[in-house]
């Protein structure tokens, strides 16, 4: 008599391969753009058959990445953005909330010049780059950060900044687990930087608490 086949084992490892595969392309593709699916399915440790099984060509592949990507941006907005706290506790929080999905940004801004499209990048991209423009203007209405650029241009100086900063980090060249690029951040948007220790330090003890509750 013959054995049922085992099913679940077999969608358990199917799971884990695209998992896999997803969490290479997200990393290699922000370091070269223009690598090919042959190269990702190396990288990932699996054969091309597995990989095309799952995602048919280079634009599925990088559609599942920004759906995976939005997600977890608003995610990670929906625990960073504190419209009820200070400024520049809030762009703090916001900083801190964002540097674990640092790598979706990098992957999607790099990825923006050649195949989703800066459309679809900035669509994505837009609920992130907006919740900081906004806690930009209020801070700037305070008096909390310098007023010398626009807060939409200002938004857009500080992710520039940050993308760069964690390219170093993914490089070896700085060491950070956040809190050093959010007191920059600070800085940049017009904190005294003692004044911006000062802040970063106790968000980021609220931040740990809160996080390890959840």
Known sequence: MTKPVARVPQRRNARSNRARILATARRELGKNPDITL???????????????????????????????????????????????????????????????????????????????????????????????????????RDGVFHGHVPPAVLSAGLEAMTVALLEQVNTGALEDNGTRVTVVTLVAAGVPAHRACVVV??????????????
């Open 38 to 140: 042959e190269e990702l399915a190396r990288a990932s440790g699996v054969v091309r058959r597995t990989l095309f099984g799952h995602f048919p060509g280079r634009t599925a592949l990088l559609e599942a990445l920004a759906e995976e990507a939005a997600e977890t941006l608003r995610d990670a907005i929906a625990t960073g953005v504190k419209p009820t706290e200070p400024a520049e506790r809030a762009l703090a929080y916001f900083s801190l909330s964002m540097w674990p999905v640092g790598d979706r940004y990098r992957m999607l801004l790099a990825l923006a010049r050649h195949d989703l499209g800066t459309e679809r990048v900035a669509e994505i991209l837009a609920p992130a780059r907006d919740a900081v423009t906004a806690v930009l203007e209020r801070g700037q």
């Open 201 to 214: 330090d106790d968000v980021a003890a609220t931040f740990v608490a809160v996080t390890a509750d959840d």
